[in-house]
T-cell receptor
């Protein structure tokens, strides 16, 4: 069973601060996704990283996939109250098959950005 | 990307009863996925629903407790049967976004009293 350890579980910061969320595993993933979820809504896909060492930027969000494809990070620069939500990493196993229904989700990070 | 309509959005149910959750997608999809999520927590895959065949259940989930229907390529239902307070959770349906990840419905928040 593949596990994704996500940290921190909770993060409460002031507007303008920077933050990093980590997602680690002992298993190799063929790709990794990051989702953001707001209360009363389903998760929304932010990014998919596929190549080891890959870095993707989405405005103030920077996503990195580890060289060994076992870990990933999400860095937010100058956080805004609108960034508040639950952030989830999810990995697709390396054991074959391409169905994203077989994603392994991390435990999630609840981010609160205070004005 | 696919638009997913899920209903009901929330419900409060008596223990021992059953609730059927509906999921409608605006395009034809091969597989639909049902997840359970404890509030503020991660997602656990319940089962994969394929049109024309029985759903495939993950470890810890059984058809008698979570029967699934998939009558066509745009619709699926999940029933939570003989509910207990431990079934209180958010239930989400999802479909794959063409090789990129998953699109989710807005979820059904179930409270069993």
């Amino acid at each position: 069973t593949q596990l994704l350890e996500q940290s921190p579980q909770f993060l409460s910061i002031q507007e303008g601060e920077n933050l990093t969320v980590y997602c680690n595993s002992s298993s190799v993933f063929s790709s990794l996704q990051w989702y953001r979820q707001e209360p009363g809504e389903g998760p929304v896909l932010l990014v998919t990283v596929v190549t080891g060492g890959e870095v993707k930027k989405l405005k103030r969000l920077t996503f990195q996939f580890g060289d060994a494809r076992k870990d990933s990070s999400l860095h937010i620069t100058a956080a805004q109250p609108g960034d508040t939500g639950l952030y989830l990493c999810a990995g697709l196993g390396n054991a074959g098959g391409t169905s994203y229904g077989k994603l392994t989700f991390g435990q999630g990070t609840i981010l609160t950005v205070h004005p | 990307s696919a638009v997913i309509s899920q209903k009901p959005s929330r419900d409060i149910c008596q223990r021992g009863t059953s609730l059927t959750i509906q999921c409608q997608v605006d395009s034809q999809v091969t597989m639909m996925f049902w997840y359970r999520q404890q509030p503020g927590q991660s997602l656990t895959l319940i089962a994969t629903a394929n049109q024309g065949s029985e759903a495939t259940y993950e470890s810890g989930f059984v058809i008698d407790k979570f029967p699934i229907s998939r009558p066509n390529l745009t619709f699926s239902t999940l029933t939570v049967s003989n509910m207990s307070p431990e079934d209180s959770s958010i239930y989400l349906c999802s479909v794959e976004k063409t090789g990129l990840g998953l699109s989710f419905g807005s979820g059904t928040r179930l409270t069993v009293v």
